[in-house]
């Protein structure tokens, strides 16, 4: 069963989020709250999971490929080592999508 909570809202529009709300959610000082109007009126509001960095939003994006480490994957984008253990432009190139194809 619900159980209504209630709080203020001030004249810039700020409102305090009651403690069972808090702790329900999970949510810490410093997080970020969504609030969403739903199509039958009521409102519904959940913590926001941000990334700490914008690092580790990348991260999110092209995660890495199961049992790879960050070495292993520029290794591979980079190419390998030519007879002379040359690497760089002219070495072999892949894109990201046939790296990220591979088994």
């Known amino acids: 069963m619900a159980h209504r909570q209630t709080s203020r809202l001030t004249k810039t529009g ?9 702790t329900h959610l999970g949510s810490q000082p410093g997080d970020r709250l969504a609030w969403e109007v739903m199509p039958d009126g009521t409102v519904t509001v959940c913590v926001v999971q941000e990334p700490e960095t914008a690092f580790a939003a990348f991260l999110g994006i ?3 490929p199961e049992g790879w480490s960050t070495e ?5 984008l980079r190419g ?3 007879p002379q253990g040359q690497t760089g432009p002219g070495a072999r190139v892949i894109s990201l999508e046939a790296f990220l194809d591979r088994e």
């Not at 700020?14 to 808090?22: A, I, S, Y």
């Not at 292993?72 to 591979?76: D, G, H, K, S, V």
């Open 80 to 82: 390998e080592r030519d």
């Open 62 to 64: 092209a995660p890495l």
């Open 14 to 22: 700020r409102v305090t989020v009651p403690k069972e709300v808090r």
């Open 72 to 76: 292993a994957l520029m290794t591979e």
